[in-house]
């Protein structure tokens, strides 16, 4: 039976549209619809993250199909779907359309394991249809079994994209959710019957914007320190150069920032303050951030181009310890607090290599200890995040609640060592080549005691909840620090 075409285009209120002598099926999508993400894509991040191996397998698996390809890959990475970023204003849409009489059906490209479990997490629908690893159930496919499961009855559809298209225009009506406008002006020219709307809030540009985290770029002025320390941070071509390396070191650090949110998707949504993340809350799309990766490092690789090889060297270590870290070691008791030592380490490394500066003993076991006491404050903060909470464990690390003190205890130890690296140096014959007053750097040991004790002391109250190097930058009293500490270097210069 042929299905008559609506002759209405204005959109009508929930509460205006005229009675139907029995409710008809409201059939929904399930990814991008009742869902704000892939799951498709989300269970190839579990794949990439859990059974890495699989990925050989990936070319063989689509070539049988793209159902096949969902199928296969919804078997050997399932899905934890209570953690889901479900569209909560929907899924209240739909509650208050399954009271009203409402059949409703799960109709969905996603494999069938995927949405029978959400189906089954929500207790929402009586019905539904997938892709089985034969059929791919999307457009006319996904048209024909609606028509088939119904019998040719009249029916109400919601998605989100232009691939629904088709079946809007053979449903009763619409009801598109979270659609780009173009597809939106599209299904008013064509004239469908819009029962509501639920409107798109994401701003694309924003949320990209906010994913690759500018601003913790500022963690790459560490680059500029090898010509601080050497007194050449004021010579054209030191500038030049430190400044196309901290264009390179940015981006490549966002491409991790983004893939790291990837990784750890449903660690982040169980965080109470990770989860509003962009990908965490489904509000910036898999797929650009698939994409978005190797567009940043394509262009970090273009920047780290102009520089020396040891620079370019230097970065590649760097990008592959910063996805080792997102992927397995950041889960390790320890082994993630050296990893992160070692990329803020690698970072004044590759400064002085970007401008053919040679690093200190000196300067490389400051910055060891140095930064292992911020890195073990970053995750002190973590464990006592989550022990105040009353979870001993922290989600996606291998800390618990008593480990805390002894975070403290290395953490202290930590930054008390890099003070007496400084102490050691003042007093070494190295000294005496850059500074004509070496004895007035003696007033840097208590302006680094007190800085370090103090950055302790306010972990310890709560007060530092987020990365102790953006809090250094985010604190207004560190900028007094800061400037006495320069003036009393160029004082002893």
């Not at 469908?192 to 906010?210: D, E, H, S, Y």
């Not at 910055?367 to 073990?376: I, K, R, Y």
Request: aromatic fraction near 10%.
């Amino acid at each position: 039976m042929k299905l008559r075409e609506p002759s209405f285009a204005t959109e009508t209120p929930a509460s205006e549209v005229k009675p139907h002598r029995s409710p008809r099926p409201l059939c929904v999508d399930l990814d991008g619809t009742l869902v704000a993400t892939d799951t498709l894509l989300e269970s190839l991040l579990v794949l990439v993250k859990r059974r890495p191996l699989y990925l050989l397998l990936l070319p063989w698996w689509l070539i049988q199909g793209k159902s096949y390809f969902k199928q296969k890959v919804a078997e050997v990475a399932p899905l934890e779907v209570t953690g889901l970023p479900y569209r909560h204003d929907f899924v209240r849409f739909l509650k208050e359309q399954k009271e009203a009489g409402h059949r409703l059906i799960l109709a969905t490209a996603a494999d069938r394991q995927h949405a029978l479990q959400c189906s089954a997490h929500l207790g929402l629908f009586d019905e539904v249809l997938a892709s089985d690893g034969k059929v791919n159930l999307t457009g006319q496919a996904k048209l024909r079994a609606i028509k088939s499961a119904l019998g040719g009855e009249s029916f109400i559809y919601a998605g989100n994209s232009s691939a629904d298209i088709a079946i809007w225009r053979n449903a009763a009506q619409a009801v598109p959710v979270d659609v780009p406008p173009r597809v939106m002006s599209r299904l008013r020219r064509e004239g469908v019957g819009i029962q509501r709307v639920f409107p798109r809030t994401a701003r694309p540009f924003r949320t990209l914007w906010k994913a690759i985290r500018p601003l913790h770029w500022a963690k790459n002025l560490l680059l500029f320190v090898p010509a601080f320390t050497a007194h050449r941070l004021f010579e054209l071509s030191s500038v030049a150069e430190t400044l196309i390396a901290f264009v390179a070191f940015s981006l490549c650090a966002s491409a991790g920032y983004v893939l790291n949110d990837m990784l750890d998707l449903r660690a982040d949504r169980l965080h109470p303050k990770k989860r509003h993340r962009p990908l965490a809350s489904g509000e910036l799309p898999l797929g650009v951030a698939y994409w978005t990766v190797p567009l940043l490092l394509l262009a970090s690789a273009g920047a780290a181009s102009l520089l020396n090889p040891p620079f370019r060297h230097l970065l590649f270590f760097y990008l592959v310890l910063d996805v080792a870290y997102s992927g397995y070691l950041k889960r390790l008791v320890l082994a993630d607090v050296i990893a992160l030592t070692a990329m803020y380490t690698m970072r004044i490394m590759a400064g002085g290599a970007a401008t053919q500066i040679s690093i200190s003993h000196w300067l490389l076991a400051f910055s060891a200890f140095m930064f292992l006491s911020l890195s073990l404050l970053k995750r002190f903060s973590e464990v006592r995040t989550n022990h105040l909470r009353g979870e001993n464990v922290v989600n996606g690390r291998g800390y618990i609640g008593v480990d805390l003190e002894q975070l403290a205890i290395f953490g202290c130890a930590g930054g008390y060592a890099a003070v007496l690296v400084l102490a050691l140096y003042i007093t070494s014959a190295d000294v005496g080549a850059l500074y004509r007053a070496p004895g007035r750097l003696w007033l840097l040991c208590p302006l680094m005691l007190f800085w370090i004790s103090r950055a302790w002391l306010l972990a310890r109250r709560g007060q530092i909840e987020e990365d102790p190097i953006l809090f250094a930058f985010k604190d207004k009293t560190n900028y007094f620090w800061g400037l006495l500490a320069a003036l009393i270097v160029a004082w002893a210069a």
